[in-house]
Nanobody, 123 residues
Framework: QVQLMEYGGASVQAGGSLRLSCIAS????????LGWLRQVPGKGLEGIAA???????GYADSVKDRFIVSRDNSKNTLYLQMNNLQPEDTAIYYC?????????????????WGQGTQVTVSA
């Protein structure tokens, strides 16, 4: 069982930046593939960034070149650096973990989820 907790959600103006963090409670952290997904109320989950156990990353087109995912295995922490935020980035952001090898962006791939953190971007 893995418990995940996100931090760092806030309200910012368009063009601003935020860094989200996600701390995991597991002694096998380095073996998991990890992802960031987001959800707008009334819409489905969107996988936006993922990083595998080797540190290789993948991104959705909607955030590519603006967001950076990284992990610090010594701290059991996953990060999402979000730059040039836009109003359409407003959502609840979740971190998630899976034993599946790779950099999955599909929500159904993930077995463990955090509770989410709200990001609001105003025009």
């Amino acid at each position: 069982q893995v418990q995940l907790m996100e931090y760092g959600g806030a309200s910012v103006q368009a063009g601003g930046s935020l860094r989200l963090s996600c701390i995991a409670s597991t002694n096998q952290y380095r073996t998991y593939s990890l992802g960031w997904l987001r959800q707008v109320p009334g819409k489905g989950l969107e996988g936006i960034a993922a990083i595998d156990a080797k540190g290789e990353t993948g991104y959705a087109d909607s955030v590519k070149d603006r967001f950076i995912v990284s992990r610090d295995n010594s701290k059991n922490t996953l990060y999402l650096q979000m730059n040039n935020l836009q109003p359409e980035d407003t959502a609840i952001y979740y971190c998630a973990a899976t034993y599946t090898v790779g950099r999955p962006l599909r929500a159904e791939t993930y077995s463990y989820w955090g509770q989410g953190t709200q990001v609001t971007v105003s025009a």
